[in-house]
């Protein structure tokens, strides 16, 4: 199938699912304290909405959900609703929710790079960007609402891809496992990652979000298996190895770029104007 053929069909593909629509919210978990906005402050709002340009919102129409352990606390694990904008085919910057009602608070924002950008990095920079590849072979990460050809096309152009993650509040949807959400933002930036091995996510969580949203995530790690061809071994496959079990279970196409690998890729990355 040509390419030009294959992204007709997923264009014709995502006008159908504007037709169909999609009703599976996720609430927040948490509502901030605080006291009911005015009659001032509601009228302020309805006027900016029509007088001021929202411009650099609108290009974030592209709604991911997927999961993340913190970097320097793996146990503590968040449901992630990303709202992204694709600026070029190499980078794509996402803000963060906890849920995708018009309740849902900002916690985190993410920017996803390519392979061919991440191999520009200095090493001491690598370290801040998970992998991505057991996230869409296993089917956790999903893009809801759209048609399945659709999603595969958005999920291959993701492949080998790295995700650079900052949580800023403590805070999943109401239903997700683990800890409470904090009333506020408080504390220091959390550095999320990716899970990548079957058996790292908390009991529940994955579960939880694809009962809500109506997700079979088995059915899509099956349908996904299309996309192994072209997975390659990422840095960061292992970064958190050793704070889950050790009965964790590998996935194919999820693997660490190899050491010697590392080395020859910066050895070519430096040889470019």
């Known amino acids: 199938m040509s390419i030009i053929y294959s992204r007709a069909i997923v264009v014709s593909a995502l006008l159908s699912s504007l037709i169909v629509g999609c009703n599976r919210e996720t609430s927040p978990g948490v509502a901030p304290p605080g006291a009911?906005?005015?009659?001032?402050?509601?009228?302020?709002?309805?006027?900016?909405?029509?007088?001021?340009?929202?411009?650099?919102?609108?290009?974030?129409?592209?709604?991911?959900?997927?999961?993340?352990?913190?970097?320097?606390?793996p146990y503590h694990q968040l449901e992630a609703h990303h709202f992204c904008h694709q600026v070029n085919e190499d980078f794509a910057q996402c803000v963060l929710f906890d849920g995708d009602t018009n309740r849902s608070n900002l916690n985190g924002i993410e920017y996803i790079i390519s392979e061919s950008l991440f191999?520009?990095?200095?090493?001491?920079?690598?370290?801040?960007?998970?992998?991505?590849?057991?996230?869409?072979?296993?089917?956790?990460?999903?893009?809801?609402?759209?048609?399945?050809?659709a999603e595969i096309e958005l999920m291959a152009g993701k492949m080998?891809?790295?995700?650079?993650?900052?949580?800023?509040?403590?805070?999943?949807?109401?239903?997700?496992?683990?800890?409470?959400?904090?009333?506020?933002?408080?504390?220091?930036?959390?550095?999320?990652?990716?899970?990548?091995?079957?058996?790292?996510?908390?009991?529940?969580?994955?579960?939880?979000?694809?009962?809500?949203?109506?997700?079979?995530?088995?059915?899509?790690?099956?349908?996904?298996?299309?996309?192994?061809?072209?997975?390659r071994p990422q840095s960061g496959v292992d970064a958190l190895q050793d704070a889950f079990p050790a009965d964790t279970q590998s996935i194919p196409g999820v693997s660490e770029m190899p050491t010697a690998a590392q080395a020859a890729h910066r050895a070519v990355d430096s040889t470019r104007p």
């Open 119 to 149: 191999n520009t990095l200095p090493e001491e920079e690598r370290i801040f960007w998970h992998p991505h590849n057991y996230e869409i072979l296993s089917g956790q990460l999903v893009a809801p609402g759209i048609p399945e050809i």
């Open 160 to 231: 080998n891809s790295y995700g650079k993650t900052w949580h800023v509040w403590r805070t999943s949807p109401a239903d997700s496992p683990g800890d409470p959400s904090d009333p506020l933002p408080l504390g220091e930036p959390m550095l999320g990652w990716s899970f990548n091995r079957d058996g790292e996510a908390m009991p529940g969580l994955v579960e939880r979000r694809d009962a809500r949203m109506q997700i079979d995530s088995a059915d899509k790690r099956e349908r996904r298996q299309e996309l192994l061809p072209r997975a």
């Open 36 to 73: 009911d906005t005015s009659v001032t402050t509601d009228v302020l709002e309805a006027g900016a909405r029509i007088l001021q340009d929202a411009s650099p919102l609108d290009p974030f129409d592209i709604h991911l959900v997927g999961f993340h352990p913190m970097k320097s606390d």
